[in-house]
């Protein structure tokens, strides 16, 4: 049914909330399918803003007052060291998404095709506590020796299977907290930490992969659950990137046709940087080198590509140079992503 | 009139600013929220204060937007508007939907009729808002437009008037009432746009 003819006329009492209930409903169902009813409707509501000049403040106590509601209402990011910055916002931004599911939400198949977001939670909390047990903080069933992330993530989602999503939810944002408090208290320093998670990497680094599966997976019970998110801040997504073509050579130099002493060059718009990677890890990277191939692409779909969640083949990408080694690494790219 | 400046996008750079704050709140970030609350305080405020005429009122309402967006930052749409607009549309939704509260709750106990359009009791904030001249709570923008473009907008958004209600209060037909709130606004925005660019000139 097209309402245009109704709609203008009350653009101007909507922008002012001078309508009636059903009014303002027959408004805002029209604005979206009528790009010039959207744009007078934005204009007008700018205006609307204009309408008072906004020279009171609050008293004097009530900014106080807010900070401590918000922080009872919502938890912020817990506090963490510059490097551990992404997997603190990482957390937050998940528990902002998990919170506003409904009890069916948690039910839902979110990857891997058999996992559903209560599982997916459960497997993202296994994981952390790899990295919690690696800096001393007691985890939940306690780890075993030599226990790998799959066999981990094994023995968490049998214990929170028998427990609700909002228990898992608990323990899974109490275990971040309580590693986000070991890594500010220093003990032990993240230069002398290892963390197995599939690769063996430096504390600093984990911490990063972690904040990096954790976006991957938000994405997945996002899309499952038709929720809206964002994608990570660009200082966050940076260092995601950065480890990824780090690690890049590592799954290049067991997938792609030698010879091996070649360079790739990523440009990751976006991210403000290119990086030149060698297709094998002991190659080293001198100061000037000419890569045998060069990606353009941006950054965000650079990480959902070796996060798993991009076809190689169809992702837009832009390549200078030698086609068929480029498409080679593209499609090994997504085999650095961790099951699930 | 009108049309060319309500469509002049939006500078890309104000945009980027407001999503990028959004963002900022969708990870936690509570040095986001305070720089949100200290840019958008005295708009929030300002408008809850000239539409409740109650401090306590418009404290209550001014916690309520912030602890929105805190909550529910992903309902801010960047591509919709700006985070101005946005944060003055949930302030005035909520100052209006108290002053009509009250106002049928008046209505239903036969209460004595108090003040016109004031919420009962609180703590006014002192002669800022208990000033009940209404040029008075207009801004210099609104002031500037035709007497009668300015009486039917305050009528709507200061006293939170239905286009309804202001058509009867003013004595014209519901459809002069519409199209003058909407002549009002378009006027204010060309206004405002002005005003804007003589800043950007300064600048």
Known sequence: MDNHETVVHLIGAWALDACSTVEEKLVESHLGTCPACTEEARGLREAAAGIVDDHLRPPAGARARLLSAARSRRRPAPAAPAYAAPYAAQIAALELLLSDLAPEHWRRIAADGELTVHDLLAHLAATDGLVAAAVGVPVQPPTEPGEGAAARTAAVLRRERQRSPEQTMRSWRAQADAVCHALLAGHPSPGSVTVDLGWPLPLADALTARAFEIWIHREDIAAATGRRTVTPLPEHLHPMADLAVRLLPRVTSRRVAPPLDRYVRWRLTGAGEAWTVPLHPSMPVPAVVRPAAVLTLDVVEFCRLVGGRRDPARIAVEIEGDTTLAREVLAAAPAMAPVP | ?203
């Open chain 2, 1 to 203: 009139m009108g049309r060319s400046a309500l469509s002049q996008p939006r500078r890309t750079g104000a945009a980027h600013d407001d999503a990028r704050l959004r963002d900022r709140l969708v990870h936690g970030d509570e040095t986001a929220f305070a720089e949100l609350y200290e840019q958008f305080e005295s708009l929030v405020f300002t408008i809850a204060a000239r539409v409740t005429h109650d401090g306590q009122a418009a404290e209550d309402v001014t916690q309520e937007v912030f602890l929105a967006m805190w909550q529910r930052p992903l309902a801010f749409e960047p591509a919709k508007g700006s985070l101005r607009g946005w944060l003055a549309m949930m302030a005035h939704r909520r100052a209006v939907d108290l002053v009509r509260r009250e106002e049928a709750h008046r209505r239903t106990s036969q209460d004595e009729r108090l003040h016109a359009g004031a919420v009962s009791g609180g703590d006014p904030v002192g002669d800022q808002v208990t000033d009940a001249d209404t040029a008075q709570r207009l801004s210099t923008a609104l002031k500037a437009l035709p007497r009668h473009l300015g009486r039917a907008i305050a009528l709507a958004y200061l006293e939170g008037h239905t286009y309804r209600e202001v058509a009867t209060e003013l004595g014209l037909p519901e459809g002069t009432a519409k199209s003058q709130l909407r002549e009002g606004l378009r006027r204010l925005a060309v206004a405002l746009n002005d005003l804007h660019a003589d800043d950007g000139q300064e600048r």
